[in-house]
């Protein structure tokens, strides 16, 4: 029997690895004891994020190939640490939100600025790591871009400093270390490497929200992320132009993944109209009609807010200070969306 159940088990895989929870070493244990099966698990890592979906699929597959038997499967914790493991210094993170898009161009990165500015004008402490390993621009959104953090060593575990910016944001990005005209000539591997010590090295502090601005599309540093830290909620950008919203498919699709099974909090309409700045009351539809909140709409997807093409905006960006951090009544619409997050993320706890 237990030959049985080990064949079954190497049907699943682990998303991270590539290999079958068998060969990879994670079934720790199979009992099988008056028609009750018990299978045990024990992940290499303590926060394993795909711990409890790939528990689902062991108890699914089980079920359906032994349906007389009744199936238990357990996950056990891994031993302690040794001394020598390095310190994790994001664990004092609330919520962790990932906002990602189909493609590049959609205004992810000015809507994570604008998004962390109006939670920080909210109250909440708050964080951002700029995991777009090829093209940093949060420093350029800050007005950051010469800065050079610090190190430090807390009880012999170097730690990196982070920037603050507008509204004691604390920001991580690689464009802190690399020059503002070098190409990222990096393979997967360098790239994923790089981003785990911005994740765990930075010295983060207590925070209510760490907000992620992730590279345009599904990749190695998606799924470098997903493995370091868990993931509370994802946000996607998209235009209302169909080729925009047609890229959201993947996005959505890689989130709602049974191996990753990041809970979507939403879609961000960015680009939603134009508005000119001398007929406040105009709307010009210059990329199309909420053709992002009528794939919501068919896909059961919140939409958290539509954002217009006003020049301010953009003005702010290439200012350094993003327009969600002052007074203006164009900062309400980011305002809005970030009332929603926070609402949604308390949905799930």
């Keep these: 029997m237990q030959q049985q159940i080990l064949d079954i088990l190497q049907r699943v895989i682990h998303p991270e690895s590539g290999e079958n929870i068998v060969a990879a070493g994670f079934v720790a244990g199979i009992a099988d004891d008056a028609g009750t099966i018990t299978v045990t698990l024990r992940f290499r890592k303590p926060r394993d994020p795909f711990a409890a979906s790939i528990r689902r699929q062991c108890e699914q597959l089980l079920a359906q190939e032994i349906p007389s038997a009744e199936v238990k499967v357990e996950i056990e914790q891994p031993q302690k640490p040794q001394q020598t493991e390095k310190k994790s210094f994001a664990d004092k993170i609330g919520k962790v939100i990932a906002v990602a898009s189909g493609k590049g161009g959609v205004g992810k990165s000015t809507v994570t600025a604008n998004l962390a500015a109006a939670l920080a004008r909210s109250g909440y402490r708050i964080g951002i790591l700029d995991a777009d390993i090829y093209g940093p621009s949060q420093p350029k959104m800050f007005g950051c871009e010469d800065a050079a953090p610090e190190a430090r060593s807390i009880d012999g575990t170097d730690a990196i400093i982070p920037v603050t910016v507008a509204g004691g944001i ?146 702010s960006s290439d200012d350094g200070c993003p327009v969600a951090a002052g007074d203006s009544p164009t900062a309400e619409y980011y305002l809005t969306a970030a009332r929603r997050v926070v609402e949604k993320c308390s949905q799930n706890p």
């Design 170 to 315: 604390k920001l991580m990005s690689l464009g802190f270390f690399v020059g503002r005209d070098d190409a990222m000539l990096w393979r997967g591997p360098m790239a994923t490497s790089a981003l785990r010590q911005l994740v765990h090295q930075t010295l983060w502090g207590e925070l209510d929200f760490l907000l992620i601005d992730l590279p345009p599309g599904t990749g190695d540093v998606h799924l470098s992320i997903i493995s370091e830290l868990r993931i509370d909620g994802a946000v996607i950008v998209s235009t209302p132009q169909q080729v925009a919203v047609a890229d959201v498919i993947r996005g959505v699709a890689m989130f709602r993944n049974p191996s990753v099974n990041i809970p979507l909090l939403g879609i961000i309409e960015n680009m939603a109209w134009f508005t000119p700045a001398e007929l406040p009351q105009n709307r010009y539809y210059i990329f199309g009609r909420e053709g992002a909140v009528k794939f919501a709409a068919e896909n059961g997807i919140e939409v958290l807010g539509q954002i217009p093409v006003i020049e301010s905006v953009a003005q």
